[in-house]
């Protein structure tokens, strides 16, 4: 496969940030969409989810993506921000499992070590570099850039990986 186009997502409950890149053998990345879907128009939390749901099973059919990556959920002070954060979260690799997708998951430290070199970085060092990594001009939504970045990490350590002959997750060398 000359080309690995590669879906990232940064769930969350009011919004979700998707971001398509196209990933050549050499390692050139580029752009293919991103956006947040929108899910606060919904009447009640089940339907944010089920607009969750459509939304990316529409992604999906339209970037046909041949991999996906996504963020992992982190510990919040709120309970219930974090449980309907892992529902979200649950539903989109549901989304990408029920199209037959295979799912790799990435730390937001991890993400960050990835793109900015140190894993506290904050969210404009991440923003900056996802549109220098693209090519991209003007100001990224928020979680959009998450979704690149998360894109981005999976497209680095999927590469590294083939290079040792390894997992995914063996070559981040964490697991």
């Given at each position: 496969?000359?080309?690995?186009?590669?879906?990232?997502?940064?769930?969350?409950?009011?919004?979700?940030?998707?971001?398509?890149?196209?990933?050549?053998?050499?390692?050139?990345?580029?752009?293919?969409?991103?956006?947040?879907?929108?899910?606060?128009?919904?009447?009640?939390?089940?339907?944010?989810?089920?607009?969750?749901?459509?939304?990316?099973?529409?992604?999906?059919?339209?970037?046909?993506?041949?991999?996906?990556?996504?963020?992992?959920?982190?510990?919040?002070?709120?309970?219930?921000?974090?449980l309907?954060?892992?529902?979200?979260?649950?539903?989109?690799?549901?989304?990408?499992?029920?199209?037959?997708?295979?799912?790799?998951?990435?730390?937001?430290?991890?993400?960050?070590?990835?793109?900015?070199?140190?894993?506290?970085?904050?969210?404009?060092?991440?923003?900056?570099?996802?549109?220098?990594?693209?090519?991209?001009?003007?100001?990224?939504?928020?979680?959009?850039?998450d979704?690149?970045?998360?894109?981005?990490?999976?497209?680095?350590?999927?590469?590294?990986?083939?290079?040792?002959?390894?997992?995914v997750?063996?070559?981040?060398?964490?697991?």
């Amino acid at each position: 496969m000359a080309t690995v186009r590669i879906l990232g997502i940064d769930p969350g409950s009011q919004r979700t940030g998707v971001g398509v890149i196209d990933v050549a053998a050499d390692g050139r990345m580029a752009h293919v969409h991103h956006a947040p879907l929108l899910l606060m128009k919904a009447e009640d939390f089940p339907q944010r989810l089920r607009l969750l749901l459509d939304g990316l099973w529409a992604l999906i059919e339209e970037h046909k993506p041949d991999e996906v990556a996504i963020e992992q959920v982190f510990l919040s002070n709120n309970a219930m921000s974090a449980l309907k954060l892992g529902q979200a979260r649950g539903a989109a690799i549901a989304a990408c499992v029920a199209r037959d997708l295979k799912v790799a998951e990435y730390a937001a430290k991890e993400v960050k070590l990835a793109l900015v070199g140190k894993g506290s970085a904050d969210k404009a060092q991440v923003q900056h570099m996802v549109g220098v990594m693209l090519n991209l001009k003007g100001k990224l939504q928020a979680d959009a850039a998450d979704a690149l970045a998360v894109a981005i990490t999976h497209a680095h350590v999927r590469a590294s990986a083939a290079r040792l002959g390894v997992g995914v997750r063996q070559a981040w060398g964490r697991r």
